[in-house]
């Protein structure tokens, strides 16, 4: 069963890229920043399904989770956030660049952005596995 979750929500992944690539493509700048925002959005999204595909079974995250308006308000908080910050949406792309920015500005992400009880847990239960495997 949780196997069809992951199916679902790398479909809806894929549909997204697909409607913004298709649809988004005009210089306008109102445009891009739309398309930024979306890409940041997606890019968060992605990350999240990775870290739940490939997460071990004692950590406790499903798509229900992710999709909850709790965390879709968080993903967009941060993801403005950022951009408010340093000028560059994010995309979720393992670069340097992101990397540098989200070091540099997650303390105040932490003080400023209201982060959802399971986004807590989950890096708690991450902190506690880690620290279990040394």
């Excluded at 992710?66 to 340093?86: G, M, R, W």
Aim: glycine content about 2%.
């Amino acid at each position: 069963m949780k196997m069809i979750y992951y199916v679902i929500a790398t479909a809806m992944v894929l549909s997204l890229c697909i409607v913004q690539n298709t649809y988004a493509q005009s210089n306008n700048t109102e445009t891009n920043t739309t398309r930024s925002f979306m890409n940041c959005n997606i890019g968060t999204m992605k990350l999240f399904l990775s870290q739940m595909a490939l997460s071990p079974p004692e950590i406790k995250f499903n798509l229900t989770d992710l999709t909850s308006p709790e965390v879709k308000q968080y993903i967009s908080d941060a993801c403005n956030f950022y951009h408010e910050k340093s000028g560059v949406w994010l995309s979720g792309s393992d670069n340097e660049l992101e990397k540098e920015i989200v070091i540099k500005y997650g303390a105040e992400l932490i003080q400023k952005v209201k982060t959802p009880e399971i986004i807590k847990e989950l890096a708690e239960a991450y902190i506690q596995l880690n620290n279990e495997t040394k």
